[in-house]
């Protein structure tokens, strides 16, 4: 016998499955059918949970937000105390996360790529968890006494969003795989 879901569960599974699906083979590539059908709910029920595919799209890049600060949060606290090791602890964090079996790339690029619109909500989101990274470097960047924290978190931050950038092109072991030491240079 089958378990029901409460509505607030069948929506998280829902985006549990949008995510899966829109992280790997891209968001405009994947319709509401196939989520429905992955998911095992009806497309209506699916529609009752979101009421068009912009609506599923702005919660499935809300729940990646949350999810990533989380972990850039966790990553930073991962190298203790000192700044130079936090920051360091996140590079080697953003390295494993960049394996191949378990990251095709930043989930805000793409969406940015797929939806260029600026008015749209998702494409807004996107833009605010670049700028939500690039301000936790402005404050790591403070900390660690840089004679211009602006322009260490500039750079900082281009090192970080290249390591996305170039890793499915070059490989972990190409520019992706020299971000660390890149820091370590800066810092």
Request: with cysteine; net charge negative; aromatic share 10%.
């Amino acid at each position: 016998m089958k378990t029901r879901r409460s509505s607030e569960e069948t929506r998280a599974h829902v985006l549990a499955i949008a995510h899966d699906l829109f992280y790997w083979e891209g968001i405009r590539a994947i319709g509401v059918d196939r989520i429905a059908a992955e998911a095992g709910i009806a497309p209506t029920t699916l529609y009752r949970l979101f009421a068009s595919k912009d609506d599923l799209i702005t919660a499935y890049i809300t729940r990646a937000y949350e999810a990533y600060r989380d972990w850039f949060r966790t990553s930073l606290d991962s190298g203790g105390e000192h700044p130079r090791d936090r920051v360091l602890a996140l590079f080697d964090e953003q390295n494993a996360m960049l394996q191949p079996d378990i990251c095709r790339g930043c989930p805000f690029l793409m969406l940015l790529t797929e939806f260029p619109d600026r008015e749209l909500a998702s494409h807004q989101q996107a833009v605010r968890l670049k700028e939500w990274v690039r301000d936790q470097f402005v404050v790591l960047a403070s900390e660690l006494t840089a004679e211009d924290p602006d322009r260490l978190a500039t750079q900082l931050t281009l090192i970080f969003e290249g390591a996305y950038a170039s890793v499915q092109a070059l490989g972990v072991e190409g520019p992706a795989g020299h971000a660390r030491s890149l820091v370590e240079t800066l810092i």
